[in-house]
């Protein structure tokens, strides 16, 4: 922890690590000791915070090296714009700075700061720097900063942290690379209160989307549902199959992964006033039309070294389902995914897929949380490039 407003955050991030089976361990320098108390952190992690104060305590061993050997990963949060200063230049003046480097775990760096110090030239060349080292920088986010006005310098809410830790992946071969994705459940609108939708919850291709932003790659998430992504994801906001059709298809990517359940039908006309029953009326009919096979479409326009990638969510017949989905569709994979099934698929956090691919025998990948499976299919897409 160094310096700044934001690092009242930090105890409710410790937390959200130790509620999913991490032990943490706090080093703060002692302007952070000036917004939260190191007694605050001792007490949420059960361990001593290492403090400059008391650094020496304990002679039997030095408690920076000790600390920096016994970490798997090292989140600097908040990163003060002069701490990242010193770790761009190797200075090692109080305890965090002398951990981080001494360590030789992954670093990951959280800055959060005014908007100018985040915008000005130096800052954004140490940051650069870092990069090039192999440090991981979360970008901050736009919003209310502690100045009183609305600008990026933002710390993201310890929530998007904690996914941004949990999204990484050895996928070096997203760097740069353009990735769009959907996600959720289309609407088609009856009336102004009602619409045919389904159960997707968004959460496979947020999942996709974040693991792929983790891993440097330009994201854009078109989605029906508001899902928690990473800063630097670019979201557009849609509703219905047509809606998401026309986003799709209007941008460029080198990987495209279809992961909406989008809806095969949608009425021929909408109500612009709310439909209402009446005494006559006892039975209610209503004609559908076919909407555009978005997948399709992207299948068979694809350039040449593209990816488009598509799922399938069946309640029978998986495989010859999906396989069929794959010849005709014009994909280079398709997801498949049982629905109707406890604590799989729909509204929930973990999946269980088989990916088919052309001229290949079907993959099926064991039941796990949407990241990690989200971190399978992206892992395997490079693989077949």
């Known amino acids: ?9 930090v105890p409710l991030l410790a937390r959200l690590f130790i509620k999913q089976g991490d032990t943490v361990r706090v080093a703060m320098t002692a302007a952070a000791e000036q917004f939260v108390t190191a007694d605050t952190l001792a007490i949420l992690t059960k361990a001593t915070v290492l403090t400059d104060a008391n650094s020496f305590e304990h002679p039997e061993h030095v408690a920076h090296v000790e600390l920096a050997r016994w970490t798997d990963i090292a989140i600097v949060v908040p990163a003060s714009a002069n701490t990242i200063a010193k770790l761009a230049m190797g200075l090692a003046d109080n305890v965090v700075t002398t951990t981080l480097l001494a360590t030789t775990a992954p670093k990951m760096i959280v800055p959060a700061m005014n908007d100018h110090m985040w915008a000005n030239p130096q800052t954004q060349a140490n940051l650069a720097h870092l990069i090039d080292q192999g440090v991981q920088v979360l970008s901050p986010a736009t919003g209310f ?15 998007i942290i904690q996914l941004w830790v949990n999204a990484q992946a050895d996928l070096t071969g997203l760097t740069g690379k353009r990735v769009l994705v959907s996600a959720g459940g289309t609407r088609e609108r009856l009336d102004p209160v009602r619409y045919l939708t389904n159960d997707s919850s968004g959460k ?7 693991v792929a932003a983790a891993a440097g790659a330009e994201v854009t998430l078109v989605t029906t549902k508001a899902v928690p992504v990473l800063p630097n994801v670019q979201v557009v906001s849609v509703e219905s199959a047509q809606e998401l059709a026309q986003a799709m298809l209007a941008q460029p990517a080198d990987i495209v992964v279809m992961a909406a359940a989008v809806a095969d039908f949608r009425p021929v006309t909408t109500a612009t006033n709310k439909i209402k029953k009446t005494a006559d009326n006892d039975e209610f009919h209503l004609d559908l039309v076919k909407n555009p096979d978005i997948l399709s479409a ?13 799922f399938a969510a069946e309640t029978t017949d998986l495989i010859h389902n999906a396989s069929v989905k794959l010849a005709e569709k014009g994909a280079d994979m398709i997801v498949a995914n049982q629905v109707g099934v406890p604590d799989s698929g729909f509204n929930v956090d973990v999946n269980q897929v088989t990916l088919l691919r052309p001229e290949q025998p079907p993959l099926p990948l064991p039941k796990n949380d949407k990241l990690t499976i989200a971190k399978q299919i992206l892992e395997i897409i490079l693989q077949d490039n």
């Not at 922890?1 to 955050?9: D, E, Q, R």
């Not at 900063?145 to 929530?159: K, N, T």
């Not at 496979?204 to 974040?210: F, I, T």
């Not at 992207?298 to 598509?310: A, E, N």
């Open 1 to 9: 922890m160094t310096g700044g407003i934001a690092a009242y955050k």
């Open 145 to 159: 900063l502690a100045e009183g006005y609305a600008a990026p310098g933002r710390m993201p809410e310890p929530e």
């Open 204 to 210: 496979m291709g947020a999942a996709v989307a974040n």
């Open 298 to 310: 992207l299948g068979h326009q694809k350039r040449p070294g593209q990816k488009v990638i598509g």
